[in-house]
């Protein structure tokens, strides 16, 4: 038999080694305490890295969501999926013709602002599916309603499935401070026409507002079932599509203007863009900005006061293909201010040539 011959040193070095060999062969590996340290400070360098958003040294939440963040894609999704259920209320409410027609005064034009049953049980709809899947949110609706609503009633989507299909992002998530959001909805724009059974005219609008900016927007039409929806720098549904350019849209631009609150934008686009423009009375400021992708106008124009949740949907699909929506001023209208839901200043909305229309307007306002 083969004898072997072990060195002075050689038992020490087979028990001190890391790695040793049980009866069966099987390797067991057993980490010095200066190896535990070195894994948890690579796994600190790690979450730090995301959560400096790739270390630029400004901390985000974007791969992280908890408590107090929110996942982007899972409220786009389930503000889709209010807009909608608001839309189901607003229309069978229509076709019912049950509308529990009231005031809620009058407009600074002089128009009657009628409230309808579908304004407000819209409003229950949206405003309450939001408290419940998103309750720590600040949610600011055109309508009020201080009547008692049972939380556990609402019914809200399985976001994940929803996100996983039909919608198609083309970015990752990003998960965002509760702190930072703010989020418009508008139960049911276009009340007027509503009343008047001009449905086409007629939208419910879900605003995302990150920071004062607006970053998603969803506008669904009711009575044609079709929902519209953006999300900057991240996706839009199909139906929302840039318009090809007109060759004539500086000369003869296709103005669009507002059919119940028209003020004196009539003559401020005649002014402003020759007697050869054509102007367009409509009703809705979500048909309006539609209009703009359904190459049905050039330009949206509107001069006295609008609401803020009337225009940051419309806005922030403007802005995910490359439109612009300002005051008259060419002021970016800032979104994060809840207690101040009017915009004063007027409107100018367009997909091609915002600046050469804004030019027009401010000259024909200063003189």
Excluded at 11 to 39: C, H, N, T, W, Y
Excluded at 180 to 207: G, H, R, S
Aim: glycine letters at 8%; a neutral charge; aromatic letters at 8%.
């Amino acid at each position: 038999m083969k004898k072997h011959f072990m060195y002075p040193n050689e038992s020490s070095k087979v028990r001190d080694s890391s790695v040793q060999f049980s009866e069966m062969g099987a390797a067991r590996v057993r980490l010095s305490p200066i190896g535990f340290v070195v894994i948890g400070l690579v796994v600190v360098a790690v979450i730090y890295y995301l959560s400096t958003d790739g270390g630029i040294g400004e901390f985000s939440h974007k791969y992280f969501e908890g408590e107090d963040t929110v996942s982007m894609k899972k409220l786009i999704v389930t503000a889709i999926h209010l807009a909608e259920k608001g839309g189901v209320v607003v229309r069978k409410i229509r076709n019912g013709e049950d509308l529990g027609e009231e005031s809620k005064g009058k407009t600074r034009e002089g128009a009657n602002n009628p409230v309808t049953q579908g304004d407000m049980l819209s409003h229950r709809t949206m405003f309450y599916g939001f408290k419940k899947a998103y309750p720590k949110v600040n949610v600011v609706s055109e309508e009020h309603d201080h009547g008692d609503v049972d939380l556990n009633d609402v019914k809200l989507p399985e976001t994940s499935q929803i996100i996983d299909g039909s919608l198609q992002f083309n970015k990752e998530d990003e998960v965002v401070s509760t702190g930072n959001l703010l989020v418009w909805i508008d139960p049911l724009d276009a009340t007027q026409e509503y009343t008047e059974n001009l449905v086409k005219y007629v939208t419910t609008m879900i605003c995302i507002v990150v920071k004062g900016k607006p970053v998603a927007g969803i506008i669904h039409k009711p009575f044609l079932q079709q929902t519209y929806w953006a999300w900057v720098g991240h996706g839009s549904s199909d139906n929302v599509q840039v318009s090809q350019e007109r060759d004539a849209a500086l000369t003869s631009p296709r103005v669009i203007v507002s059919r119940s609150h028209a003020g004196k934008v009539n003559a401020t686009v005649r002014s402003a863009f020759g007697p050869q423009s054509k102007v367009i009375p409509a009703g809705g400021a979500g048909y309006k900005v539609l209009s703009l992708f359904e190459d049905k106008a050039d330009a949206y124009v509107h001069v006295t006061l609008i609401k803020k949740w009337d225009i940051c949907a419309g806005d922030a699909l403007l802005r995910t293909l490359g439109g612009k929506m300002t005051t008259l001023d060419n002021v970016e209208i800032e979104y994060g201010n809840a207690e101040k839901p009017a915009n004063e200043g007027g409107l100018l909305a367009a997909v091609h040539n915002h600046a050469e229309y804004q030019n027009k307007l401010v000259h024909m306002l200063k003189s």
